[in-house]
Nanobody
Framework: QLQLVESGGGLVQPGGSLRLSCAAS????????IGWSRQAPGKEREGVSC????????NYADSVKGRFTISRDNAKNTVYLQMNNLKPEDTAVYYC??????????????????WGQGTQVTVSS
């Protein structure tokens, strides 16, 4: 079966950092663009970042540019989201999702094929 498992969430003070991991099992992430999204209570899910198959093309939401960094290690079948200078408004459940793509450079993370179950990130003093 195809699975993504997020980890690394937790409670952090404003200005702190967390590193989220998204590990795949049952399939190879090499063939997928990977996106991180988040959902806060009472709010719609919003896209955070998307990374192409090769890792060479990356998109970020304006709200996280300069603070978050997405990366991937295809050899480890894992994608990361480094989150720095966290703000209370970053509090949400963070999900990763894999979207099969033919192009190694596509940054489209729409219509993903596999979703993770999410990891909670809480930014509070």
């Amino acid at each position: 079966q195809l699975q993504l498992v997020e980890s690394g969430g937790g409670l952090v003070q404003p200005g702190g950092s967390l590193r989220l991991s998204c590990a795949a099992s049952g399939f190879t992430l090499y063939y997928y663009a990977i996106g991180w999204s988040r959902q806060a209570p009472g709010k719609e899910r919003e896209g955070v970042s998307c990374i192409s198959r090769s890792g060479g093309v990356i998109n970020y939401a304006d709200s996280v540019k300069g603070r978050f960094t997405i990366s991937r290690d295809n050899a480890k079948n894992t994608v990361y989201l480094q989150m720095n200078n966290l703000k209370p408004e970053d509090t949400a459940v963070y999900y990763c999702a894999a979207a099969f793509r033919l192009s190694v450079s596509s940054t489209s993370c729409e219509d993903p094929n596999v979703w993770g179950q999410g990891t909670q990130v809480t930014v509070s003093s």
